[in-house]
C-alpha cells in the first residue's frame, strides 16, 4: 500500500490583489453616494430615500466585510490553520447572501405597508437622487464585475449587493417618472417588489453554494461516479476507487481517494498518471492519492464490483 499526494499547494500565489482593489473602490463609491442620498433624502423630506440610504449603509458594510475577508485570506498556513484563512471568504461571501435575504425580505414588508398607506414622494428630487445612485451603482457593479472571471463567492456576494441597489435605481427612476406624470404612487412600491425578487432569486444561489462550501460539500459540477469511471477507463492498472472525499478550501477543489492498483513496475510513474487525470479532467490540483495493491474489502468497493459487472453483462 502507498499513500502519496501531489505537491500542488492549494495556497494561492498571491491571492486576490485585485479583488482588494475592487472591493475598496467599491466600498469609497457606495459610502459615498449613502451620504448623498442621505442627504437627499432630508433636505425633500422623502421617507424613501432615508429608506435606500439605509440599504446603501448595509451595503457599504458588505463591502467593508467582504475586503477584511480577503485581507485575512492573505496570512499564510501555520501550524494550527493548516490551510491559512482562505475559508474566511468564504463565510463573508455567507454571511452577505443571507444579509442580502433579509434586506430583501424587509423592502418588501415595507413595500407592502407603503402600498395600504400611501406617503406623498418628491418626484422630481427622487428622480435626481435615483439617476445619481444609478451612475454610481453602475460604476462600482463594473469595478467589481471585471474579477468574475475569477469565480471568487466573497466578490459575487459583494457584485450582488450593488446589483440589488442598481436595479434599485433603474426602478426608482421608473417609478419617479410614473410619479411625475400621473402622480400614482403606488408604483413606488410595486416596483420595489418586483426588483426585491430578482435580488432574492441570486441571493438564495450564493447561499447555497457558499452553505455548501462550509459543510465540505463537493463542487456541485464534480461527478464523483463518473471520476471513478473515467480513472479505470483511462489507466488501465487501476482495478477500484473508493474513499473518494471531495470538499473546496477558498474554492480550490482538495481530494483524498484510495486506489486499487495492479502492483506498478513504475510506482511513481502511475501516481504521476493519477495526478495528471485529475488535474487535467477536474482541475484538481492537490489530491491526496492512497495507492494499495491488495483487493479492497470495503462495502463500497463489492457494490462498485457488483455495477461493473452489470454493465458488462448489460453490454454483451
Known amino acids: 500500500m502507498a499513500h502519496s499526494h501531489s505537491h500542488s499547494s492549494p495556497q494561492p500565489q498571491r491571492p486576490h490583489d485585485g479583488n482588494a482593489r475592487r472591493l475598496r473602490l467599491a466600498f469609497v463609491i457606495t459610502a459615498g453616494f449613502m451620504v448623498i442620498e442621505v442627504i437627499g433624502g432630508l433636505v425633500s423630506g422623502s421617507l424613501a430615500l432615508l429608506a435606500d ?37 468564504t463565510l463573508a461571501a455567507f454571511v452577505n447572501a443571507i444579509a442580502l435575504v433579509v434586506i430583501t425580505i424587509l423592502i418588501v414588508w415595507e413595500a407592502f405597508q407603503r402600498f395600504r398607506h400611501p406617503q406623498p414622494v418628491a418626484g422630481m428630487t427622487m428622480m435626481v437622487v435615483a439617476v445619481a445612485g ?24 459583494a457584485a450582488l449587493h450593488v446589483l440589488g441597489d442598481l436595479l434599485g435605481s433603474v ?24 426588483v ?15 452553505l455548501n462550501e462550509l459543510l465540505e460539500g463537493a463542487p456541485g459540477s464534480l461527478d464523483i461516479p463518473a471520476l471513478k469511471r473515467g480513472l479505470r477507463r483511462e489507466i488501465p492498472e487501476v482495478r477500484d476507487v473508493h474513499h473518494v472525499h471531495v470538499w473546496l478550501v477558498g474554492e480550490k477543489p482538495i481530494m483524498t481517494l484510495h486506489v486499487q492498483v495492479i502492483p506498478p513496475h513504475d510506482h511513481d510513474g502511475l501516481l504521476a498518471r493519477i495526478q495528471h487525470f485529475l488535474e487535467h479532467h477536474y482541475q484538481i490540483a492537490h489530491a491526496t492519492i492512497q495507492m494499495e495493491y491488495q483487493p479492497c474489502s470495503v462495502p463500497e468497493c463489492h457494490i462498485n464490483e457488483t455495477a461493473a459487472e452489470h454493465a458488462h453483462h448489460h453490454h454483451h
Open 53 to 89: 440610504a439605509g440599504h446603501m449603509l448595509t451595503d457599504a458594510a458588505a463591502l467593508l466585510f467582504a475586503l477584511l475577508a480577503v485581507q485575512f485570506s492573505r496570512r499564510p498556513p501555520n501550524a494550527r490553520h493548516t490551510f491559512g484563512w482562505l475559508r474566511l471568504t
Open 134 to 157: 444609478l451612475l454610481a451603482n453602475i460604476a462600482a457593479f463594473w469595478i467589481l464585475h471585471r474579477g468574475s472571471e475569477e469565480k471568487n463567492l466573497n466578490v459575487r456576494a
Open 171 to 194: 426602478g426608482a427612476i421608473a417609478a419617479a417618472l410614473v410619479i411625475l406624470l400621473t402622480n400614482w404612487t403606488p408604483i413606488d412600491p410595486i416596483l420595489s417588489v418586483l
Open 196 to 210: 426585491s425578487c430578482l435580488v432574492l432569486r441570486s441571493a438564495w444561489r450564493l447561499l447555497k453554494e457558499s
